[in-house]
C-alpha cells in the first residue's frame, strides 16, 4: 500500500469527523482576494455518494456575496493534532512529527434567503448539536425566532471533490505507535491519542 492510501480514512470516519468537529473555514475568492469564514455545518451524504453541506451565515457577513450564485469554495475541518516529541520514545534518536485528522471538500456553493430554507437549517443544526444534552434546546424555545430569521441566509455547498488525510501513526513501528500514544496520553491529548488507537486497533490489539 502506498503511503498516501495508508493515511486515507473511510467515508464513514470522515464524516465522523465531520460530526464530532462541525465548525469549518469556508473559503472563497473574488477578484483575486481570499475571504474566510469559520461555520459550523452539516454534512449529508445521499445514497448516490453525493455530499451536501449546510449551515448559514449573517446577511451582514460580506462573504455572503462571494458565496452566492455557484461560487467554488474550499471547506475545511480540522480534527483533533498534536506534536509528537522523540522524549516519549524509547529510541529518542528518532525524528519528531505532527499527527493530525483533516478533511477538505472542493464545492459550489449556493445562498437562500428564504425563511423555509433558513428555518429548515436553523432547525437542522440545533437538533444535531443539541442531541447529545440531557434536555436538548429547539428553536421553538428562543425568544423572538421569527425575526432572526430575517438577519440571516441559507449557506449550501455541493462537493465535488473530498480530500482528507488522517495521518495517525499508520506507518509507524509498533514500539514507536505504542510510545507515542502513551506520550500524547500523560500529556491530556486524549482525543488524538483515541483516534490513533482507532486508527491501528488492529495491530495493537495482536
Avoid at 464545492?107 to 429548515?120: F, K, R, W
Wanted: aromatic share 8%; glycine share 8%.
Amino acid at each position: 500500500m502506498k503511503l498516501g492510501q495508508i493515511f486515507q480514512p473511510t467515508d464513514a470516519e470522515v464524516d465522523e469527523l465531520v460530526c464530532r468537529f462541525p465548525l469549518a473555514q469556508v473559503i472563497s475568492c473574488r477578484s483575486g482576494c481570499l475571504s474566510a469564514t469559520p461555520i459550523p455545518l452539516l454534512l449529508n451524504r445521499g445514497a448516490d455518494g453525493t455530499i451536501d453541506l449546510l449551515g448559514h451565515l449573517s446577511k451582514a457577513n460580506p462573504q455572503v456575496a462571494d458565496l452566492a450564485g455557484g461560487a467554488s469554495v474550499l471547506i475545511i475541518f480540522q480534527g483533533p493534532d498534536s506534536y509528537i516529541s522523540p522524549s516519549w520514545f524509547r529510541d529518542r534518536s528518532r525524528a519528531p512529527t505532527w499527527n493530525y485528522a483533516t478533511a477538505q471538500f472542493l464545492a459550489t456553493s449556493e445562498i437562500y434567503s428564504d425563511t423555509e430554507n433558513c428555518h429548515h437549517t436553523l432547525g437542522a443544526l440545533a437538533a444535531a448539536m443539541e442531541k447529545v444534552q440531557p434536555r436538548p434546546w429547539t428553536t421553538a424555545e428562543m425568544a423572538g425566532y421569527e425575526k432572526s430569521l430575517l438577519g440571516i441566509v441559507t449557506f449550501k455547498a455541493k462537493v465535488r471533490e473530498m480530500r482528507a488525510r488522517f495521518k495517525l501513526g499508520q506507518n509507524d513501528q509498533l514500539w514507536k505507535l505504542e510510545d507515542s500514544i502513551g506520550g500524547l496520553e500523560s500529556s491530556g491529548k486524549h482525543e488524538i491519542a483515541m483516534m490513533m488507537r482507532a486508527a491501528n486497533r488492529q495491530r495493537i490489539d495482536t
